[in-house]
């Protein structure tokens, strides 16, 4: 059984992942991309805890390159 902060964290690493061989221009675009891996990984999330982990990310990297 995972618990909202083991979930957040797990969608974090998973982000972590995608951004070292992925660079985006938008946050809309990372979202995508983040949401299609989850689904390939079968691992479920509520948009919330996709909002936390891009929040724990942003707060030591940028997320996206600048234009």
């Not at 964290?9 to 070292?20: G, H």
């Not at 979202?31 to 989850?38: D, E, N, P, Q, T």
């Amino acid at each position: 059984m995972r618990d909202y902060e083991s979930n957040a964290r797990l969608i974090t690493r998973v982000i972590r992942d995608i951004l070292r061989v992925e660079t985006f221009t938008s946050i809309a675009d990372l979202k995508v991309a983040v949401k299609r891996k989850l689904r390939d990984l079968q691992i479920p999330y509520a948009p919330a805890d996709l909002d936390t982990a891009l929040t724990l990310i942003a707060s030591n990297r940028p997320l996206v390159e600048d234009r």
